[in-house]
């Protein structure tokens, strides 16, 4: 029985490994998007720690996530400031999917856990944006070009809460229901591959 515990473990530590190597290289297939300061990319990088999340469970989602990062350290330009604002982002979003998964193991189930993520993912992304990653990006971009592109969109933005609130939250949670959307088409397919099955 303990041989098989850790085999079991090995298999999961090995495909935590594989998701994230897949999740980092997502990471450089990013985009702007319409609506959004050009400084803004749009990418799909968190879809590999969901699929690990409801397949193998939240810790191993939030593992993936954590060894994405640690890879994107080897390369970073924020001083790994970045990269600790997206684990904590990835986390809450696959962690709380793969919580409420591991309760509810129904299609509706991984919805409900996949959009409650993406709420939590997007109401942190205000918290980690506003005290760690724009004080940072000022050494770089003043505040008031920061401010500017986003004015430059609406100009209704007095200041950074009412950027993060009006571009940044929708933009992550978005961000999340597209991972989600992508996880729901080829979930069934992949599952059985991640699980050893």
Same mark, same amino acid.
């Given at each position: 029985?303990?041989?098989?515990?850790?085999?079991?473990?090995?298999?999961?530590? %090995?495909?935590?490994?594989?998701?994230?190597?897949v999740?980092?290289?997502?990471?450089?297939?990013?985009?702007?998007?319409?609506?959004?300061?050009?400084?803004?990319?749009?990418?799909?990088?968190?879809?590999?720690?969901?699929?690990?999340?409801?397949?193998?469970?939240?810790?191993?989602?939030?593992?993936?996530?954590?060894?994405?990062?640690?890879?994107?350290?080897?390369?970073?330009?924020?001083? +790994?400031?970045?990269?600790?604002?997206?684990?904590?982002?990835?986390? %809450? =979003?696959?962690?709380?999917?793969?919580?409420?998964?591991?309760?509810?193991?129904?299609?509706? +189930?991984?919805?409900?856990?996949?959009?409650?993520?993406?709420?939590?993912? %997007?109401?942190?992304?205000?918290?980690?944006?506003y =005290?760690?990653?724009?004080?940072?990006?000022?050494?770089?971009?003043?505040?008031?070009?920061?401010?500017?592109?986003?004015? %430059?969109?609406?100009?209704?933005?007095?200041?950074?809460?009412?950027a993060?609130?009006? =571009?940044?939250?929708?933009?992550? =949670?978005?961000?999340?229901?597209?991972?989600? +959307?992508?996880c729901?088409?080829?979930?069934?397919?992949?599952?059985?591959?991640?699980?050893?099955?």
């Open positions: 029985m303990k041989s098989n515990k850790s085999t079991l473990s090995a298999r999961t530590m %090995a495909t935590v490994a594989m998701m994230a190597a999740s980092y290289l997502l990471m450089y297939l990013s985009f702007s998007v319409p609506f959004m300061p050009p400084f803004i990319k749009l990418d799909v990088s968190e879809l590999p720690a969901l699929l690990t999340s409801f397949a193998l469970g939240p810790v191993a989602g939030v593992g993936t996530a954590l060894v994405k990062n640690l890879l994107h350290l080897l390369n970073t330009d924020t001083g +790994g400031v970045g990269e600790l604002s997206n684990f904590l982002l990835s986390a %809450a =979003f696959v962690g709380t999917a793969g919580l409420w998964y591991r309760s509810h193991k129904t299609r509706k +189930g991984a919805l409900t856990g996949a959009v409650l993520g993406a709420v939590a993912m %997007a109401l942190i992304s205000v918290l980690t944006n =005290f760690i990653v724009y004080p940072v990006y000022t050494a770089f971009m003043p505040m008031e070009g920061i401010l500017a592109a986003y004015n %430059a969109i609406l100009p209704v933005v007095d200041d950074l809460w009412d993060l609130l009006i =571009f940044n939250m929708p933009f992550t =949670f978005f961000k999340g229901m597209l991972s989600t +959307g992508i729901f088409l080829i979930y069934k397919k992949v599952a059985p591959i991640l699980r050893g099955r």
